[in-house]
């Protein structure tokens, strides 16, 4: 069992950045790919990005491409989503997931393991 923890999350003016974290519990997330993904209110969860295990391939979606960076840390204990630029529409919560694999990464069913989330409000 893997339980991740995400950090980071607030208010923030539009324009601003927010560097949001997501670490495992007591373990490292070396053996994972890692994807973030949002959900507004009733709005269905929406895929943001991810980071295979080597950290050789990184997807965004489209609504973030250009504003938002995903990363791992060398020592594979936390993975980071800098989001700059940001905008109200971001408003949501956002959740980190762990998976075994990077095919169908836009995917919310190839991924294992979800943490409980960390609310972004981007104010107008």
């Known amino acids: 069992q893997v339980q991740l923890v995400e950090s980071g999350g607030g208010l923030v003016q539009a324009g601003g950045s ?4 997501c670490a495992a ?3 490292t997330l070396s053996s994972y790919a890692m994807g973030w993904f949002r959900q507004a209110p009733g709005k269905e969860r929406e895929f943001v990005a991810h980071i295979s295990i080597s ?6 979606g489209d609504s973030v491409k250009g504003r938002f960076t995903i990363s791992r840390d060398n020592a594979e204990i936390t993975v980071y989503l800098q989001m700059n630029s ?9 959740y980190c997931a762990a998976a075994m694999r990077s095919s169908d990464y836009a995917d919310r069913r190839i991924y294992d ?6 609310q972004v409000t981007v104010s107008s």
């Open 18 to 21: 927010l560097r949001l974290s």
């Open 25 to 27: 519990s007591g373990r």
């Open 55 to 60: 950290g050789s391939r990184i997807y965004y």
């Open 86 to 94: 940001l905008r109200p529409e971001d408003t949501a919560v956002y």
């Open 113 to 118: 393991y979800w943490g409980q989330g960390t």
